[in-house]
């Protein structure tokens, strides 16, 4: 054998041995197996905490199934670790520990109360920059399988978007920190349901048979709202405009004053038009004052007179609400009743009217929520 061929064999040994491409380690395989995870080449690691062994009531067991196979299919090495936390800033500390402790790209929880809106909270740490940032993400109560779906995936996407957010060129090696909590996704708050004290406004007309004028009026009311779409309300009104009785070449004012309570049923209101029906028992209180012949001490010439008397009523009213604003509405109001006994006028003990058999009243107003 020649001197040159024993160099040649043994380069071919080794070729044979150690092929390129074969099974054994290469450069980037060793430094993948080292962990360092500057290296490209170590797989990302994805870790999400589970609630169920510390806040049962508070666990999504079927958004993390569906999250850890979503990080999968992106390639992260996914780590599911019983979460022990249970405040919120513990809760944070946990998440922020995980994701240096296991040099991941980032820790999820999610966390769904027993009642009313759950949250996703989602620590993203960069090994590269060493940044880190932490998102919440509002979610709805429901839990199903579409709903678990939906979560992981916008959860897939806010990563992402983190991801490009920290790989902007920081390469500050100052030490990470609990971030503030960025402004949370919180949906607009459902519309106020109905006031439970009403302050009511109105004006209107009272009529009634028997000759007597028609009244101006003015109403104040302060209805109480209770349970099962009923009310309570009490209400006053005064005659701001009298009205005149002539008979015999004299003349009198009629004026009245009344207080009612009421109870009052509210059907479903039809778009912004609410209506109800009432029922109500109270007082009326009419008043004369009118012009009689004679003077004092019987001479000849006029004289004032006053009266005035109280009777009981009865009445039902229909009403139509129209909300403006939430706490601003029209109200229009219509009551038909009658009193008892009978109201009646007179001049010079000869009846000249009655009223109150029946009565009504068409008012028309605001209605202003109190709280």
Known sequence: ?????????????????????????????????????????????????????????????????????????????VLIIPGRATGERER???????????????????????????AVELWINDRVTRKMLFRQL?????????????????????????????????????PPVVPPVVRRLIPKDPPAGPSRLDLLLQSGAWISSGGVPVLGMLHLGLRLRLPA??????????????GDIHADGLSSTFDVAEA??????????????????????????????????????GDPGLSMKKDDTRVGAAACRFDLVWSLTPRLAAYL???AGFAFPEITVRFADREVAHAGNPFSEVLAGLQISLF
Do not use: N, Y
């Open 229 to 242: 779409s009923f009310s309570v309300t009490g209400d006053v009104g005064l005659s701001i405009l009298s």
């Open 333 to 335: 109001s219509v009551t």
């Open 138 to 174: 509002e979610i709805s109560p429901e839990v199903g399988d579409r709903e678990a779906e939906i979560i992981a995936l916008r959860v897939v996407e806010m990563l992402r978007a983190s991801l490009l957010e920290l790989r902007l060129p920081d390469r500050s090696a100052k």
């Open 92 to 118: 944070r500390l946990e998440l922020q520990d995980l994701t240096e402790t296991r040099a991941a790209a980032c820790a999820v929880r999610i966390v769904r109360p027993a009642a009313g809106q759950g």
């Open 260 to 297: 009612f309570l009421w109870g009052a049923w509210h059907p479903a209101p039809v778009g912004r038009v609410a209506p109800a029906l009432g029922l109500g028992a109270g007082v009326i209180l009419p008043r004369a004052e009118g012009i009689s012949a004679g003077g004092i001490s």
């Open 1 to 77: 054998m020649k001197p040159t061929a024993f160099p040649i064999l043994v380069f071919l040994w080794f070729a044979f041995l150690f092929p390129a491409g074969s099974g054994s380690p290469g450069v980037g395989q060793v430094a993948a197996a080292t962990g360092d995870p500057t290296d490209p080449a170590v797989r990302e690691v994805a870790v999400i905490v589970g609630m169920e062994a510390c806040c049962e009531q508070e666990s999504w067991s079927a958004a993390e199934r569906v999250l850890a196979r979503e990080f999968r299919a992106l390639g992260f090495a």
